[in-house]
């Protein structure tokens, strides 16, 4: 059984491509892929094709399309398309039956919104605060009233301040494994780590 984490690459509304990786679902794990893709937005050789440009930044992950993939009309006479290694290195999906496919096996999301220019980051484990209490004790975690309230919105994180939330992220991962935010105090969130 794997960490199995989703990163979705969207654009004015819709999705362009995703990818499935294997055992990448953990905070940190996910957040250097996204930091891979992120930083090369603005990098990549003009091209016209959405679609195109969302698979070059996944293939940056070190993913790859599948077979079936590969033989859809969209891969078909583009070069710089490589093939996967694997569903560790990550399986890229554009076929409305492959993003769907690969949502269905994800335990965690990170959506990446291009022409917002922010993430919507989804890779944590959630309780509420009941749910969390209950275990609490069991686990030796401090209480819920305790943990740390964090300034960012999980939801909205800019490309812009990616660097930061990246490292904050790294900092409270050697603190703690648990925090709440201003936008839902009432729920705990944890780090999800290896």
């Given at each position: 059984?794997g960490?199995?984490?989703?990163?979705?690459i969207?654009?004015?509304?819709?999705?362009?491509?995703n990818a499935?990786?294997?055992?990448?679902g953990?905070?940190?794990?996910a957040?250097?892929?996204?930091?891979?893709?992120?930083?090369?937005?603005d990098?990549?050789?003009e091209?016209?094709?959405?679609?195109?440009?969302?698979v070059?930044l996944l293939?940056?992950?070190?993913?790859?399309?599948t077979?079936?993939?590969?033989?859809t009309?969209?891969?078909k006479?583009?070069?710089?398309?490589t093939?996967?290694?694997?569903?560790?290195?990550?399986?890229?999906?554009?076929?409305?039956?492959g993003?769907?496919d690969?949502?269905?096996?994800?335990?965690?999301?990170?959506?990446?919104?291009?022409?917002?220019?922010?993430?919507d980051?989804?890779v944590?484990f959630?309780?509420y605060?009941?749910?969390?209490?209950?275990?609490?004790?069991d686990?030796?975690?401090?209480?819920?009233k305790?943990?740390?309230?964090i300034?960012?919105n999980l939801?909205?994180?800019?490309?812009?301040d990616?660097?930061n939330?990246?490292?904050?992220?790294?900092?409270?991962?050697?603190?703690?494994?648990?925090?709440?935010?201003k936008?839902?105090?009432?729920?705990?969130?944890?780090?999800i780590?290896?």
């Open positions: 059984m960490q199995r984490l989703n990163i979705e969207w654009d004015k509304g819709q999705v362009l491509a499935y990786y294997h055992w990448s953990y905070t940190l794990s957040l250097e892929l996204i930091e891979k893709i992120i930083t090369n937005v990098n990549l050789v091209c016209d094709n959405d679609r195109l440009k969302a070059w293939q940056l992950t070190g993913a790859g399309l077979q079936d993939e590969l033989s009309i969209f891969c006479g583009f070069k710089g398309i093939d996967c290694k694997g569903r560790d290195d990550g399986l890229i999906a554009v076929s409305d039956k993003i769907q690969t949502r269905q096996w994800e335990e965690d999301r990170a959506t990446i919104y291009l022409d917002e220019r922010r993430i980051f989804d944590v959630k309780q605060r009941w749910e969390y209490d209950k275990e609490r004790e686990y030796g975690n401090p209480a819920f305790e943990l740390p309230i300034d960012w939801s909205d994180i800019k490309f812009k990616f660097e939330f990246y490292a904050f992220m790294e900092e409270l991962e050697k603190e703690t494994l648990y925090f709440r935010t936008q839902y105090p009432c729920i705990a969130y944890g780090m780590s290896c």
